[in-house]
């Protein structure tokens, strides 16, 4: 076994799925008592698995939830809903991607339910339908600003009619996908919400019949229960994080830890510089500890001299550049460092914790990005 390895809690998954669906409980109790906006009825959990659930693991994270009580999930492409039906998930699994330059026998053979986001998905979907005699379910996608996948929203009587005619696909649910939800001060979120409201009602004008309703992902479940609907959409509040700049109260445990160990103890001299690019140079006598995690292992490059690591349950600074397979952090301050011990890159070790939000703030970027790019060598250990 490597010394990097990545640990998964599926315990603190199971939690963090039940946490989320008591509050959804407790607010629509709230919503229901007071008479306020929000739905009266605790909405439904699709979890989102995409992306090796955000570099979890999707086969076991998806079996866990499946266990939990998870009665959908959701995927990118048909690919990673090919993968999970392979492993023997049996829940329903929607796709939420572009279908337009897809293998759709995945779709029909492994029983998947797309969402069509242009008429192209729309006549091929129908096309493969027809062609198995077969009646396929789908998601339909409303483009209400975000101006990436999915029908316009002030176009549906021009695009929609022949999509709703085809007579091998019934409409299951509407859905879209809000870009600010994480932007408190963003007044796209509001526009985004009114008129996906103003989409559904035009679907009915259309004849499209009962179908159920889903927008919000983690930032928008957290910031506005108006959009909850019938179902939301958690990805990374189940994996035990909260996205920034929100909070919660949630009690949400991070999923992931990841962990390694000093292969060397040195010290350099005043001066002397330390790896690639000479950007760390001593301005003391230093002692550095070398840990076997580098960019391969999807460590961000940006992490030297910006981050740190937990080294016998106190802070090191990341020292120099991150290399490929290695990084250097001092630990002049620490007594007793010696080779074989354990480096927490991500997690626990003491009182002290250093989680991906934390990280992503480091470097500039998202703990989506500093969870989903961890490297396929590293080994994930379930427990």
């Known amino acids: ?105 995945g779709v029909f053979d492994f029983d998947l339910t797309p969402t069509i986001s242009s008429p192209a998905a729309g006549h091929a979907l129908q096309s493969g339908a027809a062609k198995r005699g077969a009646t396929l379910r789908y998601h339909l996608k409303i483009d209400t600003g975000m101006n990436r996948l999915g ?35 963003h007044t796209l979120f509001e526009m985004q919400r009114t008129r996906f409201e103003t989409a559904c009602r035009t679907l009915d004008e259309l004849g499209a019949g009962p179908r159920v309703r889903h927008a919000a992902n983690s930032a928008a479940l957290l910031r506005d229960s108006r959009v909850w ?17 929100l909070g919660s109260t949630m009690p949400l445990k991070p999923v992931m830890s990841l962990t390694s160990r000093i292969v060397a103890v040195k010290g350099v001299r005043v001066g002397e510089t330390v790896g690639y690019g000479g950007r760390f140079t001593a301005d003391r006598p230093v002692t550095l500890a070398v840990i076997p995690a580098g960019y391969a292992d999807g460590l961000d490059r940006r992490l030297g001299d910006h981050g740190f690591v937990l080294v016998r349950g106190r802070r090191a600074k990341i020292v120099g550049a991150v ?30 914790a250093i989680d991906a939000r934390e990280m992503a703030d480091w470097i500039g970027t998202i703990p989506y990005e500093i969870l989903c790019r961890l490297g396929s060598r590293v080994e994930r250990c379930y427990v």
């Open 229 to 245: 609907f019938d179902f939301v959409r958690p990805g990374l509040l189940l994996y035990g994080l909260v996205p920034a700049p």
């Open 1 to 105: 076994m490597r010394c990097t390895t990545a640990r998964v809690d599926l315990g603190a998954l199971e939690s963090n799925f039940k946490a989320i669906d008591a509050y959804l409980a407790n607010e629509s109790g709230l919503n229901r008592s007071a008479g306020r906006g929000g739905p009266a009825i605790a909405p439904g959990t699709i979890a989102v698995v995409k992306a090796n659930a955000y570099g979890h693991g999707a086969r076991r994270v998806a079996a866990a939830l499946e266990t939990a009580g998870a009665t959908m999930l959701a995927v990118a492409d048909i690919e990673e809903g090919v993968d999970l039906r392979t492993s023997g998930i049996r829940v329903p699994i929607l796709v939420f991607g572009a279908l337009s330059v897809s293998d759709l026998d």
């Open 151 to 185: 029908f316009r929203h002030d176009n549906l009587h021009r695009t929609l009619p022949e999509l709703l005619d085809s007579a091998n696909l019934a409409l299951e649910a509407v859905h879209t996908h809000f870009g600010t939800a994480d932007e408190p001060g």
């Open 323 to 352: 290399s490929m397979d290695m990084l250097t952090a001092d630990v002049t301050d620490i007594e007793g460092v010696g080779t074989g011990d354990e480096v927490v890159l991500l997690g626990m070790q003491g009182d002290k």
